[in-house]
């Protein structure tokens, strides 16, 4: 499942064309989990899975852009537990050689429509420092620092789960 090197060079060359309005956000599927492992190993995809769960609760949507042929090329989770009043964006990824061209931009919109329709006033993210492009996106998009917060989440390396820490820059937005 998914996509190979000429179908993505393909899509690719379709978005700089037309740009991105031709790929579609949806809600993540769990038959569509098998599909993302250009998103993280197998502990980060365990996570997703857990996501989806939340998601069917309705504390969270996992959300993904999909191409025209309906595999995700994107994803991002919004979060709307963590912190009063704002939904949480978190394991926002685009697919390597799709990144660049806007798909990103498409899926925060997405996010902040959701955060706005639950009736909350902000949306927030973190970025770790060494990710400098992703917070020019960000800030670009109207999010702005409004502190530091130490995390942490497993991750797999040779079949051996491992901890990985780290510090973001948290980012708001009036939504």
Not at 66 to 82: C, F, I, S
Not at 93 to 118: D, H, K
Not at 141 to 161: C, F, I, K, T
């Amino acid at each position: 499942m998914g996509l190979d090197r000429a179908a993505l060079k393909g899509l690719r060359q379709m978005i700089l064309a037309d740009g991105a309005r031709q790929l579609a956000v949806g809600y993540l599927r769990d038959d569509d989990l098998t599909g993302l492992a250009w998103s993280g190993n197998p502990a980060h995809l365990r996570s997703v899975a857990a996501a989806l769960h939340r998601a069917a609760q309705g504390l969270e949507d996992y959300l993904v852009v999909r191409e025209p042929g309906g595999q995700p090329v994107a994803k991002m989770r919004v979060d709307y537990t963590t912190e009063a009043g704002t939904g949480v964006f978190s394991q926002l990824a685009v697919m390597g050689p799709l990144q660049g061209l806007g798909i990103a931009t498409m899926l925060i919109g997405a996010g902040e429509q959701r955060v706005r329709a639950r009736g909350l006033a902000f949306a927030a993210l973190g970025v770790e420092d060494d990710n400098p492009r992703a917070r020019r996106l960000y800030e670009r998009l109207g999010y702005q620092p409004s502190g530091r917060q130490h995390a942490s989440w497993e991750y797999e390396d040779d079949g051996v789960l491992r901890l990985y820490e780290t510090t973001l820059t948290i980012l708001r937005k009036r939504v």
